[in-house]
C-alpha cells in the first residue's frame, strides 16, 4: 500500500505561488540540471513515471484530498513529457479531481519549443493554465557562464510561445549571478529581454550559494565572489529601471522572496516608480535585511 513517503521522492521543490496546492509529482529530476547554481536536483536521474505509477498516486491522493483548486505538476521540467502521455496523464487527473481550477508546472523552453502549437493548445485546454519559466539572465554570456543550456532568445521564443497558446507565464531572474563582478550587461539585457517577453508574472530571487554545486565550488577556490545586498539591490533597481513595457500591458512584480535582502510587491509599469524609490531608501537608510541563510540551505 502506498504512503506519502513512498510517493514523493525529496527533496521536493514548488514555486512559493504554489504553496496550498496538490504536488503530484510526474517526473523526477530535471532534463537539463546542468545550471552551475542549482542544487535542486542534483542528486536525481531524471525520470518520467510510468503511467500505472502515475494513476496510483492520484488515486492515493484523491482519496485523502477532499477538495483542491491547484494542482502543481514537479518535479523540473514536467512538460518534456511526450505529448499524448501527458494528455492521458492530465485526462485522469481532470476525472479524479474535477472541482480543480489550475494545474501549472516548470517548463524549460526546450519543452516548450519542442511542442507544435496544437499540441500547447490541447495541453492547454485539459487545465494547464500557468508555465513557469526560468529566465535567469537576459544576457547570453551570463547563461552560458551559469550553463543554462540555451539563449535568451530561445528562452524568449519559448516564452512567447507559450503565451501565444494561451498560458499564462512566470518568469523568474536572478540577482548577483556574477557576484561582484560588473553586471551591468545581465541588467540591462535581462530588462530587455522582460520588455519583449511581458510575463504575466515576474519574479527576481537573489542568488543563494549552495553547499556542493559549481558555483560553490568557484567560492570556495576563491574565483566567485559574492555580491553584497546593496550591490544586489543596486543591480535589481537597475533592471526595474530599464524595465519598460506599454501602458495597458500589466506584469505582476514579486521580489519578496526570502533569498531577497528587500521585499518589493506591486505590478508594472504603474509601481515602477515605488520599486526604486522603496530600493534608495533601504540603500540609503541601510534597511537591508538579513537573510536567513539556514532556511535558504534547503
Ligand atoms: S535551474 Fe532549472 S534548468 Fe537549471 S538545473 Fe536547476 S532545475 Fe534544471
Redesign the pocket.
Known amino acids: 500500500m502506498l504512503d506519502i513517503d513512498m510517493i514523493y521522492d525529496y527533496p521536493l521543490y514548488r514555486p512559493p505561488s504554489e504553496a496550498y496546492s496538490l504536488i503530484i509529482q510526474i517526473t523526477l529530476g ?1 532534463s ?4 552551475t547554481f ?1 542544487k ?2 542534483k542528486d536525481k536521474k531524471f525520470t518520467i513515471k510510468s503511467m500505472e505509477q502515475i494513476k496510483a498516486e492520484v488515486d492515493f491522493f484523491r482519496t485523502r484530498v477532499k477538495y483542491i483548486d491547484k494542482i502543481f505538476l514537479a518535479d ?2 514536467a512538460l518534456i513529457i511526450p505529448t499524448p502521455k501527458l494528455l492521458e496523464i492530465l485526462d485522469y487527473i481532470n476525472e479524479k479531481f474535477p472541482e480543480n481550477e489550475r494545474i501549472s508546472l516548470y517548463a ?1 523552453p526546450k519543452s516548450i519549443l519542442l511542442k507544435t502549437p496544437e499540441e500547447l493548445e490541447e495541453i492547454r485546454k485539459r487545465g494547464v493554465k500557468l508555465i513557469y519559466i ?1 529566465l535567469e539572465s537576459g544576457d547570453d554570456e551570463v547563461l552560458q557562464e551559469i550553463q ?1 543550456g540555451v539563449t535568451s532568445e530561445k528562452i524568449l521564443e519559448g516564452a512567447l510561445k507559450a503565451k501565444k497558446a494561451g498560458f499564462k507565464i512566470s518568469v523568474t531572474v536572478i540577482a548577483g549571478i556574477l557576484g561582484k563582478k560588473d553586471s551591468t550587461n545581465h541588467a540591462l539585457k535581462t530588462a530587455e529581454i522582460v520588455n519583449k517577453m511581458i510575463p504575466d508574472y515576474l519574479s527576481i530571487l537573489c542568488l543563494v550559494v549552495h553547499e556542493g554545486t559549481e558555483i560553490d565550488k568557484r567560492k570556495k577556490s576563491g574565483e566567485f565572489k559574492e555580491a553584497s545586498g546593496e550591490e544586489i539591490l543596486k543591480e535589481i533597481k537597475m533592471i526595474i529601471e530599464n524595465i519598460d513595457i506599454p501602458q495597458g500591458e500589466k506584469i505582476i512584480f514579486r521580489s519578496n522572496h526570502a533569498s531577497n535582502y528587500l521585499g518589493l510587491k506591486g505590478d508594472f509599469p504603474e509601481d515602477k516608480e515605488k520599486f526604486i524609490s522603496e530600493i534608495n531608501f533601504a540603500i540609503k537608510n541601510d534597511y537591508i535585511r538579513e537573510r536567513n541563510e539556514r532556511y535558504l540551505r534547503y
Open positions: 530535471c537539463h540540471n546542468k545550471c542549482c535542486m536536483y523540473g521540467d524549460s526560468g543554462k
